[in-house]
């Protein structure tokens, strides 16, 4: 660990099992349950966990974005719709790169994004 870089990240989830076969089927990462209310990650570039809630992370709402990187944008969105994700926008450019937004089954937004 480094002295004040962000190493963990929390998330809601309002259906924690759907969320957890989400990201594991899409990006591959671990999973490890501390109770019936809290599931952390791993394999994700930075840990963190869902905890159960109803609320949601929307950034028109003003809520942080997790952007996540791919070497093939088009497979992660073929793999995050395939798996049950929503897009709610589609493929852009911007300065160094292209990306696009999804929902997971809770209901957050994320993006996913390429320099290639």
């Known amino acids: 660990m480094t002295h004040h870089h962000i190493n963990y990240i929390e998330m809601a989830a309002c259906d924690l099992a759907k969320t957890e076969h989400f990201f594991s089927r899409v990006f591959n990462w671990q999973f490890e349950h501390f109770g019936p209310d809290y599931r952390a990650f791993s394999s994700s570039g930075l840990t963190g ?55 997971e089954p809770s209901g957050n937004e994320l993006a996913v994004w390429s320099d290639l």
Do not use: M, W
């Open 49 to 103: 966990g869902f905890y159960k809630s109803e609320l949601r992370a929307c950034t028109k709402l003003g809520s942080a974005l997790v952007v996540i990187y791919s070497v093939n944008l088009e497979q992660s969105l073929q793999d995050v719709e395939l798996a049950g994700g929503e897009i709610c926008e589609a493929i852009f450019s911007f300065p160094g790169g292209r990306r696009f937004h999804f929902i």
